[in-house]
């Protein structure tokens, strides 16, 4: 045991490797400039949108849709909708996460389907109950998004194993996006992240100490 704590450790002190989940939280940052003409792999966006569709929700709703966009006219019309931003500009491929709004209404087919796979053949009548209650009260456009970032987390850090560069980008005109992305009413976009290689090095790491 007390030589297991002591690897850890080390794992820990010895600085980033991309063997190990801290390797790759330490090898992310928020890339703003892309190579250009370099999107991921067929294989490496497949493993992107997996670590993405492992990651936890509340309820097990998975609240979530995962949209590539690598086309470049297509890429043009998400760069406008993120105001141009150099990390949007500069990024040969993306993928959108988009919460499903309106399917979270407790009597759609979409929560029925969910809550029967998340009862895993137990009772579902329970969990459904459970979930009128938090729907009635919860703001569920915004707790969507908030589920959303969940597998926007794991998707980044996946993209930090791979090598890849990446960066979340939240600031953008709602609606646009929604047009670019053509999306039928009762989705909307929470996060889209650029994705590529990386044109800049890593800056210096800027973050509270851990006592705050
Ligand atoms: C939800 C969310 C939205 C973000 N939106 C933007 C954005 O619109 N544009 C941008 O350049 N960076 C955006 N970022 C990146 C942050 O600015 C960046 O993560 C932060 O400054 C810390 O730097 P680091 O990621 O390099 O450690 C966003 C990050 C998150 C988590």
Not at 153 to 172: E, N, R, T
Request: with cysteine.
């Amino acid at each position: 045991m007390a030589g297991r704590l002591l690897s850890l450790e080390q794992d820990f002190l010895s600085g980033p490797t991309m063997a190990n989940v801290l390797g790759a939280i330490q090898q992310r940052y928020a890339c703003r400039r892309f190579v250009a003409g370099r999107p991921p792999s067929d294989d490496e966006l497949v493993s992107l949108i997996e670590a993405a569709r492992l990651a936890p929700s509340a309820f097990g709703l998975e609240p979530w849709r995962f949209l590539t966009v690598i086309d470049a006219a297509q890429r043009a019309e998400l760069a406008r909708a993120c105001f141009g931003q150099p990390a949007a500009a500069t990024a040969p491929a993306f993928i959108t996460i988009v919460a499903l709004v309106d399917a979270l209404e407790p009597d759609s087919d979409y929560v029925r389907a969910r809550f029967e796979a998340e009862a895993r053949g137990g009772p579902v009548a329970p969990l459904h109950e459970m979930y009128r209650a938090f729907y009635r009260a919860e703001a569920i456009a915004a707790w969507a998004q908030g589920q959303c970032h969940f597998a926007a987390a794991h998707l980044l850090l996946q993209a930090a194993h791979l090598g890849l560069g990446s960066c979340p980008i939240g600031g953008f005109d709602a609606a646009a996006l929604a047009r670019a992305l053509r999306l039928p009413p009762g989705e909307t976009p929470a996060l889209v992240i650029a994705l590529g290689h990386c044109a800049d090095t890593m800056p210096k790491r800027v973050r509270k100490p851990r006592a705050d």
